[in-house]
């Protein structure tokens, strides 16, 4: 057998770039469905990094907690995540559950956001930010499921790219808002207004929503987690490298606060650091929103696989810039943008992956399971790091995660798996 037959890391490309070349008889990608959940990130995103920009000057100077607790809160709130996208799977399986799971989990996260800045203490804001992420945890198998119910097969790298794109674009437009609210009505009153964006979301993905029920029809199923048809898919071995990465993975709150520092030790005043922190961060989403979009190409052309495995190789180089001492903010400006380029990269090829190895019926629990290693990860990564940076340094945090990444990068590449399970794609 061939390599693609062999991997879905591989699996489908070639068949999908003789796809593009005849037509083949596949809708058009880019539908109002694709937009719609594309568009219900970028809202949502710009709603939740509002809060993610002002949250280390909040934590650390409103608050007067250490770099510790925020790496603890952010830590905390990833591992619910992952608990929630592995629970809310099985769910998503079903198509008639997708709409009011994504919804609701969106509405959640909204809210939960907004009354962040209501709390008085370090365990107050813990509380609430678990409570919003995971509510991201219950949406996400369902949003995913529903982009890949709406996609043709041959361009799940273009319509997950699209996806990571609109996510990181709110991503942009989140820490802009945040820089010019904090400096227009303070950051309390900022935190507050961090919800109205998610509002914007429910209706997006609703209406996205309503176009993947049109593509397949409902039916009853088990509320099983098929754990064993995982495996015959071929899923198991790919979600090494994937968690590997993970590890090393740091909340990108650390990264804000390690700019932060650098730059007040280069002679900017709190306030001024902040403010070219959290613009240097928009510019870390603004390449993830680029790179994710080319990256969707790039995967269904050449597979999942060396697009993941270079997105691991931008970290190691990324974290080799927060490590160094004495920066100025161009240096960081770069770390930064190489950190957004390796994001953008993964979490496409990632979600290409679960979605062209697996069929309809089971691409809710993929992505539950791929959602937990995320996650779980994210969690080891940012509360361990955030300990490394308080007790000893950031230079052994950032070494710590930089290692994990080189790691994905050798598992990616040794990566093999046996063939998964036939299925055809719902649209055809």
Known sequence: MTRDEHDPLE???AAGSATDANGGGDPPWFGAGVVGVATASFFSDTGHEITTAILPSFITATLHASAGALGLVEGLSDGL???AK???GPLANQPHRRSRLASGGYLGTAVATGLIG???AVWQVGVLRALAWF?????SPARDSILAAVAPARAYGRAFGLERAGDNLGAVAGPLLAAVLVTWIGIRPALYLAAIPGAFAVVAITLAARASREQLPAARRTLSFEFRRLRRAGLLRPMIPVAAFELGNVATTLLILRAMQLLQQGGLTLTAATSVAVLIYAAHNAFGAVVAAIGGHWIDRAGPRVVFACAALLYVVAYGGFAAPDQSWWTLLIAFSLAGSGIGLA???ESTL????LPDELRGSGFGMLGAIQAGGDFASSAVVGLLYAVASPVIGFAYAAAWMVVAVFGSVALRTPPA???AHPNR
């Open 11 to 13: 699996r489908n490309t």
């Open 81 to 83: 995540m992952g608990l």
């Open 86 to 88: 592995l629970g809310a």
């Open 118 to 120: 209501l709390s008085a």
């Open 135 to 139: 509510s991201r945890g219950v949406r």
């Open 347 to 349: 979490e496409t090829a």
């Open 354 to 357: 679960v979605a062209r190895a």
């Open 421 to 423: 399970e036939p299925h």
